[in-house]
């Protein structure tokens, strides 16, 4: 039965956001899905984390801090974590989605790896681990199940963190181990301890993995593999293997030493040695892919010797395995069989002689035939760094790795320069610069608010940027002609080049008081920090309003500004409304009462002086939003379809 149709988050969407497509692996710690980002239309691998540990909220508090560790470490052989959160009791990491295969998928399919393809997996795993412990990051549980295989032929580590997430929940208390058994250190198993070297020997296992086509130790139970690990010497892959290179042996025995200081100190270390090692090999270790996983589509090494795999049925998860008393009595024995006694050889030493001078001869007479030779710069282009030194130095070359340049499309830390270029016929020996990209060059948006205009283009000049667009906005708090903000907003990253609006204060606005009552028009001006000067000059208009002002409504002006205004005659306070007559209100059934609106939001002034059945005209002499000021005022009775003025 297809397990993904029993899976109840099969079809869900999680968290509003990750449609939940199918299920990928299910694993000690976790389940993977594949599922769609329904904001940013990308596909996306989701791992939820198992109830168990989703329950615990130490370990979702440690599982947050880990997410966001992890998600600041950005290389291009280490899987991105875009985002990480909780459903209910789902736990979850939103990661970019790899298709492809696990190496552990490859192993089983193909069986042991030739040397220099090994190398050529474990190189990238090794720059991916390197870049985390320069960050104090540790993966903890290093394994061909947590290495992805991509169909292009590149190589992602996944989980970092995870198991260090465990570490902090109420399952892993003191005699507690947490890993992968046939990978975890001897340290790991005595103590619980681990740290860069710790990984170090796990790859190291792996490694060791990929040359045999099975792990250095079995046992019955786990407690008697990780017995093992503390007790025993990893054997060399060339007992399982004859044939297997030199260099790989003292490498598989650096990497898997019980006693940590003599490891190399982090991955970056054992990369080095890896690297150099790969260079050394002899072009007949194994076929030279033409990438760090061409051949991964195929299938077992014909002609390959057959080496027994581990049983098929050892499950690899990562466990929470109680450390309890490891058992007595010596471990079995992993060696190769020692092999049969020999004829001891009597060397005929005439025949060694002649042997040694015919090897001299062949070989000064390659050489000098081979001094005219020329070799050809390899392609190089978007390879990552070290791999592009490391076949160039194989190619005959010697490496010198020029000053990173920023570029907008080449991927940070891969070839984006190659001098003599790609395909340029040299001699053996030549010296070949590769320049890496430092990825898009990006600058921030310098702080110019407060400035003036002119201050303001200078420093953004100093920037590379332009500006593009200058707009003025009213202010009471910035001085006018000074910048206000900028689009896009101080600090934001921006290409080079890249236009910037100016917003600048024009400082207060004139408002428009014109009509208003002269206590009320004086009211508002001195609020806003203005200051009034009436002049009284008789007129029509209807007493104690204002008539003129000086400046005109809309000027910019600063705060403080003297404003002179005309009123109307006063008439010692009287009002006569449009619509008396000598004195007399017209009679009762014609009139209505003017709702009061002050200081309410001016659309819904607006609406309630409307369905009381009068018109509305709306001025604005500050946009404040709220009515100001109102004529005639809140509690008269008018007839319907008087004017009402509103300030706001």
Known sequence: MDTTLTDPLVGKLLDG???????????????????????????????????????????????????????????????????????????????????????????????????????????????????????????????????????????????????????????????VMIGTIGYMSPEQVASGTADARSDVYAAGIMLFELLTGRQPYEGETPMSVAYRHVHDTVPAPSSLVPGCPPLLDTLVAQATSRDPATRPADATALLVAAVDAHRMLPRDSGPIPSGPVASFASGPVPGAPGVPPSPAATPNHTLVQPRAELPTGPAADLSAPEAPARRRFRPNW????????????????????????????????DKNLTLA????????????????????????????KVDPVPGTEAEPGSKLVIVASAGPKRVNVPNVVGLSEAEARTRLAESKLVVDDVKKQASETVPRGQVMRTSPAVGNPVK????????MSAGLLMPDVMGMPRDEAANLLSSAGFTPEFTEQTDSAQPCTIIAQDPRPGREVDKGQVVRLTLSACNNGEWHWPWENNGENVTDENVIQIPNVMFKDVRAARDELRAAGFK?????????????????????????????????
Do not use: C
Not at 616 to 637: D, E, H, T, W, Y
């Open 350 to 381: 005439f025949l060694v002689g002649l042997a040694v001078v015919m090897i001299i001869a062949v070989g000064v007479t390659g050489w000098m035939f081979s001094r005219t030779s020329t070799i050809k710069v390899p392609q190089l282009l």
């Open 17 to 175: 956001r990750y449609r939940v497509e199918s299920r990928i692996a299910r694993g000690g710690m976790a389940t993977v899905y594949l599922a769609l980002d329904v904001r940013l239309d990308r596909t996306v691998a989701v791992k939820v984390m198992h109830r168990s540990l989703a329950e615990d909220p130490a370990f979702v508090r440690r599982f947050i801090g880990e997410a966001k560790s992890v998600a600041s470490l950005s290389h291009p052989n280490v899987v991105h974590v875009f985002d990480q959160g909780t459903d209910g009791d789902n736990v979850y990491l939103s990661m970019e989605y790899v298709p492809g295969r696990t190496l552990r998928d490859v192993l089983r399919d193909r069986g042991r790896l030739p040397a220099r393809e090994a190398l050529e997996v474990m190189i990238p795993v090794l720059a991916a681990l390197g870049a985390a412990h320069q960050t104090g990051l540790i993966h903890r549980d290093v394994k061909p199940e947590n290495v992805l295989l991509s169909d292009d032929g590149r190589v992602k580590v996944v989980d970092f963190g995870l198991a260090r997430a465990i570490e902090s929940t109420n399952q892993t208390r003191t005699g």
């Open 389 to 416: 030194v490391s076949e160039a130095k194989q190619a005959g070359f010697v490496v010198e790795v020029g000053k990173e340049e920023h570029d907008e499309k080449v991927t940070k830390g891969n070839v984006l």
């Open 496 to 503: 080079e080049g890249t236009k910037v609006d100016l917003i």
């Open 616 to 648: 509305v005209k709306i001025r604005n002499p500050v946009n404040r939003g709220r009515v100001l000021a109102q004529r005639p005022p809140g509690g008269q009775q008018s007839p319907p379809g008087t004017e009402v003025t509103i300030w706001h």
